[in-house]
T-cell receptor, first 116, second 112 residues
Framework: NAGVTQTPKFRVLKTGQSMTLLCAQDMNHEYMYWYRQDPGMGLRLIHYSVGEGTTAKGEVPDGYNVSRLKKQNFLLGLESAAPSQTSVYFC???????????????FGPGTRLTVL | GESVGLHLPTLSVQEGDNSIINCAYSNSASDYFIWYKQESGKGPQFIIDIRSNMDKRQGQRVTVLLNKTVKHLSLQIAATQPGDSAVYFCAENYYGNNRLAFGKGNQVVVIP
């Protein structure tokens, strides 16, 4: 199993450009999450999803949109990138129905985004 | 780019010694806690977890202690090795839907 994968690994954007970050998981997890991580700070939740076709706002949702059209994929979009969105973005997934131990989130390797 | 470890509390420990990393959590209703390890350039990796009905849990070389009275969590690493050098995050679950609230992290530097 590949676990959680993210593409791309690195990206540089100019202010105002748009892009989509892709997260994929092969663990049949119900829940998926997008975080951003900035120097000296913990992970802050942007948006999350508790199932295919559903999304919800997290702690810092402004400037981002998400979609979960397929259970295994969770997309994070930046419609008009700003320098404040320069960060490392992590995707995570959790929860398989029927398992007793289910709270752990599994993380991808991250996408480093720079907005000039 | 900057390392995630910049500006974080740092624990420097001699190789072979024990490490203790502390975390204060915020919500007395939290029912699940987890420690993650993050090496430079990588995503967070699960270390150990504990539910609120326990006060101690042991794994391989790691022990997590939970003190609900003062809302404190600690991670003990026995016989610290160079590969333990990383940023360690605690997280608590009180939102439901497996949402976790993360602490800011602690940098551990192992001195050979």
């Amino acid at each position: 199993n590949a676990g959680v994968t993210q593409t791309p690994k690195f990206r540089v954007l100019k202010t105002g450009q748009s892009m989509t970050l892709l997260c994929a998981q092969d663990m049949n997890h119900e829940y998926m999450y997008w975080y951003r991580q900035d120097p000296g700070m913990g992970l802050r939740l942007i948006h999350y999803s508790v199932g295919e076709g559903t999304t919800a706002k997290g702690e810092v949702p402004d400037g981002y949109n998400v979609s979960r059209l397929k259970k295994q994929n969770f997309l994070l979009g930046l419609e008009s990138a700003a320098p404040s969105q320069t960060s490392v973005y992590f995707c995570a997934s959790s929860y398989s129905k029927g398992l007793a131990k289910n709270n752990e989130q599994f993380f991808g390797p991250g996408t480093r985004l720079t907005v000039l | 780019g900057e390392s995630v470890g910049l500006h974080l509390p740092t624990l420097s420990v001699q190789e072979g010694d024990n490490s203790i990393i502390n975390c204060a959590y915020s919500n007395s209703a939290s029912d699940y806690f987890i420690w993650y390890k993050q090496e430079s350039g990588k995503g967070p990796q699960f270390i150990i977890d504990i539910r609120s009905n326990m006060d101690k849990r042991q794994g391989q070389r790691v022990t997590v202690l939970l003190n609900k009275t003062v809302k404190h969590l600690s991670l003990q690493i026995a016989a610290t090795q160079p590969g333990d050098s990383a940023v360690y995050f605690c997280a608590e679950n009180y939102y439901g839907n497996n949402r976790l609230a993360f602490g800011k992290g602690n940098q551990v530097v192992v001195i050979p």
